[in-house]
Structure formats: structure tokens, C-alpha cells
């Protein structure tokens, strides 16, 4: 059992109350996200930030919470698990953590501003070339008179339709080796000469190209240093896998609550069919596995509290690796174990299974965390 403090505690279940009182039905879900195509609600997302959720990592002085990782993967994992449509949460605290950690003073009031309102963030550095290579990326940026100009194509980027801004990773030097002459860059929503259009998903409307012609923005606009946003990029990935390990966590909890209902109430040969061992025994190694990913997840963010300038290679992306791999396998047994109910969209089964499936891909897909793993035992 993972062990939180009363108030912990007490902040689970206020986020849990929160879901099941805005989002608990699936007509709630529906109104908020135009039938379950959009995943993202910013009508709800606000609600939440006015409870004070959105701004959990964001510093007092800035107007946030100043709270710790333990904090946000509690909050994460019960928003997903109560089935908050607030997928954009993700992207805007991988986003958020960077400007805290690179920004200039002014960019940070302005930016970690519109994080506690509940305003979502976009980071793009995905291209059509460059997915699992991504410092083979080649959307430039090229220095003028007070500022520089952006041309080439993003892609992948997801809540770039609705976020107030996009920090953008771009390569400012293109001699030397590929992971230097790499710069981050603000870009302000409605920017002009930046085109975002939308990809159709099996998830729903999630991500976007992003298309950059001659776009201008000032010498101001360069977050932390000219030619570091590759190692800037690495400092955050420990934040970035945490962030979607608890999600996940989050998601394969939905998942084994719905499918367990479900066994438990529908009959077949006279029997509950969860009271068949078939059933059963595949519900109990679920349930086990997600107990070991709960345990992981939160022990890599009680490290990372502990220790908040220590990189946790090996933990972070085992966290990552572990929680998608469980959301992933309960989603898709949960509608094996549903039948045929399972595949149609009147549950919830086939939409939760929609969602984890790709979780293995985005954040550094997971082979390239067993790559890193392996990497940390001198592979
Ligand atoms: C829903 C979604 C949301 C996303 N959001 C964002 C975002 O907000 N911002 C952003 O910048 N990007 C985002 N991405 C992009 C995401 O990070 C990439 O899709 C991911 O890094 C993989 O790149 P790729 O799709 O080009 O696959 P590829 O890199 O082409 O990989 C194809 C296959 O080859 C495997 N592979 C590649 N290299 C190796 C290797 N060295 N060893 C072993 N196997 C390898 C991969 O694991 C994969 O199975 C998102 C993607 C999705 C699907």
C-alpha cells in the first residue's frame, strides 16, 4: 500500500469528489467533450485551476501551490481515474515545469500566470523526421536584426488547438554535432505566419501539425540559453515520464473498476462470469500489477521531492515503461472480459482502451525506455 499523509489523503479524495461530481456520468463526459471526440475539456480544466489544482507545481510566489510531485501524481491519478476529460493536464505540466526551470523572471510571472488559471500549454518537438531521433530535428530558427525567424514543419503536437502558447524546440546552429545548436523558444497562440491543423486520431482530436512560415518573434522569446535546449530538454524528462506514469496509473485503475462492475453483475451460465476462474485469476494478476506500478510511481516521486536536482534515469522511465505496459494490457483484457459490451462506445471500455494504447508510443515510446533502463546496467 502506498502510504500518504492525512492530508494527502484528504486531497485524493477532494480531486475524486471533484470528478464524480462533474464528470461521474457519462452524459457529463459527453457534454464536455463533444461525444467523447475531443479529450480535452476547457471548460472543466478551469474549474479544476479555480479549486487551485492546475498551478500544483507552480511556486507560491507565482501564484501556484507550490506543492511537490507526490502531490501532482496524486492528482493526475485520481483525475484519471475518476475519467476527468482533462487529457491537455499532461502536456501543460511537462510545458510548465520547463519555463519554471528556464525562464526569464517576466516570461515566468506571464506564463506560470496563465498555467494557474488553467490556461494549457503546447511543447513541440516532434517533426515528421524526427519522432524517436528527435535532436534530428531541423525546424530552424535563424538570428535577424532583435529577434529571429522560424520556418519548417512540427508534428504530433498535442493541445497546440486550444494552448495559450507553444514552446517550441528548434535548431539555431546547423554545424556541429545534432544535439547542440538546439534553442526553445515561447510562441504565443494566434503568432502570426504559424498554420495548425489538426491529425485525425483514433483517440480523437488530440494533436496537430504545425506549420512555420517566416515566423518573427523577438530576442525575448528564447527560453534559458541560446544553443542548451537539448540539455535543457533532458533536465525535464524525469518530470515528463512521472507525469504520464501517473496518468496511466490512473487509467488501468478506471479500467479495472469499470471491467470489475461489469463481471461482477453480468451472468452467464446461472454464474457472475467474474466468478469464473478464467476471469477471476486475470483480475487478480491486474490487480496486482497495478498495486506494483501505484507502489513505483509513487516512490519515484517521493525520490524526486526528496531530491529535486537528482536525474532519476532508470526510475523515471521503469515508471513509465511499467504504467503504460499495465493501462495498456487492462484496458484491452477489460473489454476481452466485457464481450461483447466491451466493443460497443455506449461503455466506457472501448474509449479507455482507445487512450492507453497509443500511451506507449508518446513520451519517449517504450522502447526507447528500455533502451535507457538498459543503458543505466551498462548495456
Ligand atoms: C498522441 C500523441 C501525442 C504526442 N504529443 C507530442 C507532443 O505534445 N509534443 C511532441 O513533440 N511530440 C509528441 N508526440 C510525438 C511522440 O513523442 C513520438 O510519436 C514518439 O517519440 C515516437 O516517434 P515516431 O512516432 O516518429 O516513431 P518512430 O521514432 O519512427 O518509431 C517507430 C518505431 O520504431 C521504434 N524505434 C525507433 N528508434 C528505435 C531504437 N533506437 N531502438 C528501438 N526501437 C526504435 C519505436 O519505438 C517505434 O516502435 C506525440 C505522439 C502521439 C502519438
Known amino acids: 500500500m502506498t502510504t500518504f499523509t492525512p492530508e494527502q489523503a484528504d486531497f485524493a479524495k477532494s480531486v475524486a469528489d471533484f470528478c464524480a461530481r462533474e464528470a461521474g456520468t457519462r452524459e457529463q463526459r459527453d457534454a464536455l467533450t463533444a461525444g467523447g471526440t475531443e479529450l480535452h475539456s476547457v471548460e472543466l480544466y478551469k474549474k479544476m485551476a479555480e479549486l487551485g489544482w492546475a498551478g500544483i507545481l507552480v511556486p507560491e510566489e507565482y501564484g501556484g501551490a507550490g506543492a511537490g510531485n507526490m502531490e501532482m501524481c496524486i492528482l493526475l491519478e485520481e483525475a484519471m481515474r475518476g475519467n476527468a476529460p482533462i487529457g491537455g493536464i499532461g502536456p501543460t505540466l511537462i510545458t510548465a515545469a520547463a519555463y519554471q526551470k528556464f525562464a526569464n523572471e517576466q516570461m515566468k510571472k506571464e506564463v506560470l500566470a496563465d498555467v494557474v488559471a488553467g490556461e494549457s500549454l503546447s511543447i513541440s518537438m516532434s517533426e515528421p523526421e524526427a519522432g524517436s531521433d528527435v535532436a534530428a530535428l531541423t525546424c530552424r530558427a535563424e538570428k535577424v536584426d532583435g529577434g529571429w525567424v522560424i520556418n519548417g514543419q512540427k508534428t504530433w503536437c498535442s493541445n497546440a488547438h486550444f494552448a495559450k502558447s507553444i514552446l517550441l524546440i528548434a535548431r539555431t546552429d546547423r554545424n556541429g554535432k545534432k544535439h547542440e545548436g538546439i534553442t526553445q523558444f515561447h510562441i504565443p497562440a494566434g503568432t502570426e505566419g504559424l498554420e495548425i491543423s489538426g491529425i485525425d486520431t483514433l483517440g480523437g482530436r488530440e494533436v496537430n501539425d504545425l506549420y512555420f512560415t517566416n515566423v518573427r518573434v523577438p530576442d525575448s522569446a528564447v527560453v534559458g540559453e541560446v544553443g542548451n535546449g537539448w540539455n535543457q530538454l533532458m533536465s525535464g524528462l524525469n518530470t515528463e515520464r512521472l507525469i504520464l506514469a501517473a496518468m496511466q496509473l490512473g487509467v488501468a485503475e478506471r479500467a479495472f473498476a469499470n471491467t470489475l462492475e461489469f463481471v461482477s453483475e453480468r451472468k452467464q451460465f446461472g454464474r457472475p462470469v467474474g466468478t469464473f476462474q478464467a476471469l477471476r485469476h486475470r483480475l487478480a494478476d491486474h490487480a496486482t500489477e497495478i498495486e506494483c506500478t501505484k507502489l513505483l510511481v509513487y516512490s519515484v516521486a517521493a525520490q524526486s521531492d526528496a531530491n529535486p536536482k537528482k536525474m532519476l534515469p532508470r526510475e523515471a522511465s ?23 459490451y466491451g466493443y460497443a462506445t455506449e461503455f466506457d471500455a472501448e474509449r479507455l482502451m482507445r487512450g492507453a494504447i497509443i500511451s506507449t508510443v508518446y513520451g519517449g515510446t517504450n522502447e526507447i525506455q528500455r533502451d535507457i533502463i538498459g543503458k543505466t546496467y551498462g548495456l
Request: net charge positive; aromatic share 0%; proline share 0%.
Open 318 to 340: 521503469m515508471a513509465k515503461l511499467k504504467a503504460t505496459e499495465v493501462s495498456k494490457a487492462m484496458t484491452i483484457d477489460g473489454m476481452q472480459m466485457m464481450g461483447g
